[in-house]
């Protein structure tokens, strides 16, 4: 069976100094929130969450409309925090 990884901020640390070692694309995290009822938008790499949402959807539909052109997926993870879906992003 497969690991599951949670996003946590020693997860993010690591991803943040893969993604400036390999130059990849930037990505926006959806995660539910760890001390509290509701929804996370994080970019990759951050120790802290850029916005905080009630719902799941409402946090997706932010993360699409964001002006940040650097961004060229969203990936959802269910409450567990495995990959429920990537949404990739056409560029702007």
Known sequence: MAKVL???PKL???VAAKAIISG???RY????TFNRPGW????EGALRSS???STKQAAISYAKK???KSISEIIVHDKDG????????KSK
């Open 6 to 8: 949670r996003y946590t």
């Open 40 to 43: 996370s938008m994080v970019y």
């Open 66 to 68: 964001s002006p940040n």
């Open 51 to 53: 916005k905080n949402f």
């Open 29 to 32: 995290h959806i995660i539910s």
């Open 82 to 89: 495995g990959i429920q879906n990537i949404i990739p992003l």
């Open 24 to 26: 990849k694309p930037k």
């Open 12 to 14: 993010g640390r690591a």
